[in-house]
């Protein structure tokens, strides 16, 4: 086999090389267009069989895993004990073993010990808890606030920040889907945010109760007609994130998709500047319709 390769002429490598790159160059001139479409805005989606946490894309989120980190040894090592100390008795105490069983009834140092450990593992547990919920609850200096009503069976958001303008988000059906766009969660409106800026979530809902649950930032707040929840998140990369209404809302409950952006700082300026124009106002007419009645005045 090493004579008969060695035999090729001086020249076939790099002319193999060369046809190797044509064709490579020619795929990419047939797809490259779909691909860089595709590739604009990186997508990050729920994995088949996937069996852990969606990558963290948040402070939240990264601190939810690191103490889900921690559950997982802790509940670990005590399965563990618990099946060795079954293990132990089925065998050291068996019928065979102790044809005569004993009657010890009370053991002080065993009751103690059996109390306080648990005590000790409850504490460990209790102060990255607490730690985590009200590193979660709210953030003091919000970059950016958005509000969002929960309604059967869409999103409308709110930026009172940027020009008090407002949307709504529905479910973009599967037969007119575009290439790329995930079933049960496009929406026809997405929400925007600039990477690396706290934003301040207002969550609130306008009929039944609903919940606006992002999992990649660790986000997960009910909205309760005649109530304003608060949470808040900073997304640490660009991208489309989705989540969805984490809450029974109702017979299309799943049909209540969230899409998010996030995008530099200088293209969350320019798109709020448009939306000014393409959206309404909350507390006026939408520029469309002011655009239409003054047209026909």
Same mark, same amino acid.
């Given at each position: 086999m090493r004579r008969i390769f060695d035999r090729r002429p001086a020249g076939a490598a790099p002319r193999m090389l060369l046809i190797a790159a044509?064709?490579?160059?020619?795929?990419?001139?047939?797809?490259?267009?779909?691909?860089?479409? =595709?590739? &604009?805005?990186?997508? %990050?989606?729920?994995? #088949? !069989?996937?069996?852990?946490? %969606?990558? #963290?894309? @948040?402070?939240?989120? *990264? &601190?939810?895993?690191?103490? /889900?980190n921690l559950l997982m040894w802790v509940i670990t090592l005590i399965t563990i004990f618990v099946l060795a100390l079954l293990v132990y008795v089925m065998v +050291?105490? +068996?019928?065979? #073993?102790?044809?005569?069983? @004993?009657?010890? @009834? /009370?053991?002080? =140092?065993v009751e103690v010990v059996w109390t306080v450990v648990p005590i000790l593992i409850l504490v460990v547990i209790a102060v990255p808890s607490f730690k985590l919920l009200y590193y979660g609850d709210k953030t003091k200096e919000a970059g950016l606030t958005? $509000?969002?009503?929960?309604? *059967? !069976?869409?999103?409308?958001? &709110?930026?009172?920040?940027?020009?008090?303008f407002t949307f709504d988000a529905i479910l973009v059906p599967? $037969?007119?889907?575009k290439p790329g766009q995930p079933r049960l969660l496009e929406t026809d409106n997405t929400v925007v945010v600039p990477v690396d800026t706290?934003? +301040?979530?207002?969550?609130?809902?306008?009929?039944?109760? /609903?919940a606006w649950a992002m999992p990649a930032f660790g986000v997960k707040k009910d909205g309760v007609p005649g109530r304003l929840n608060e949470t808040w998140f900073r997304a640490d990369r660009e991208g489309l994130f989705y989540g969805q209404c984490s809450e029974i809302?109702?017979?299309? /409950?799943?049909?209540?998709?969230? $899409? =998010? %952006?996030?995008? @530099? $700082?200088?293209?969350?300026?320019? !798109? #709020? &500047?448009?939306a000014k124009q393409k959206f309404a106002s909350v507390d006026g007419p939408s520029p469309r319709l002011a655009a239409a009645d003054a047209t026909a005045q």
């Open positions: 044509a064709l490579m160059g020619a795929f990419a001139a047939l797809f490259g267009g779909l691909g860089d479409a =595709l590739a &604009e805005v990186p997508q %990050q989606l729920p994995k #088949a !069989w996937a069996l852990n946490y %969606q990558d #963290a894309a @948040s402070p939240v989120m *990264q &601190e939810v895993e690191r103490f /889900h +050291r105490f +068996r019928a065979s #073993a102790n044809p005569v069983p @004993s009657k010890t @009834s /009370h053991h002080t =140092l958005i $509000k969002a009503i929960g309604k *059967q !069976w869409f999103w409308t958001y &709110e930026y009172p920040d940027n020009g008090n599967e $037969k007119d889907l706290n934003v +301040r979530l207002l969550v609130t809902a306008a009929d039944v109760i /609903h809302c109702g017979a299309y /409950h799943g049909y209540m998709p969230i $899409k =998010l %952006q996030v995008v @530099s $700082k200088e293209a969350f300026a320019k !798109w #709020a &500047e448009e």
